[in-house]
Nanobody, 125 residues
């Protein structure tokens, strides 16, 4: 059974860092595109960062460029999101997602077919 499970969330002060992980199982991880999304309280879920199946091709939301880094380890079937210089507006539930490998925009949520349950990130000022 295909599954994605996030971990690494928590409470951090403004300016701090967190590293999220997403462990995949039941998927040919090296053959899929992956991404991170987040949902702040009272807001719609939004794209954060995405990476192609071959790695090296990434896309970021403008709000996180220069602060967040997406990476993957295909041997460990794990996706990561390194988050630095965190701000209060980064607070939310972070989800990892997967889709069949494809070209083009990585931000549309409806192109992703597998989702994790999410992990809470809270940034306090």
């Amino acid at each position: 059974q295909a599954q994605l499970v996030e971990s690494g969330g928590g409470l951090v002060q403004t300016g701090g860092s967190l590293r999220l992980s997403c462990a995949a199982s039941g998927l040919q991880f090296s053959s899929i595109d992956v991404a991170w999304f987040r949902q702040a309280p009272g807001k719609a879920r939004e794209f954060v960062a995405g990476m192609a199946w071959i790695g090296g091709i990434t896309q970021y939301a403008d709000s996180v460029k220069g602060r967040f880094t997406i990476s993957r380890d295909n041997t460990k079937k794990t996706l990561y999101l390194q988050m630095n210089n965190l701000k209060a507006e980064d607070t939310g539930v972070y989800y990892c997602a997967a889709r069949p490998r494809s070209v083009g925009d990585r931000s549309p949520q409806n192109t992703y077919t597998r989702w994790g349950p999410g992990t809470q990130v809270t940034v306090s000022s």
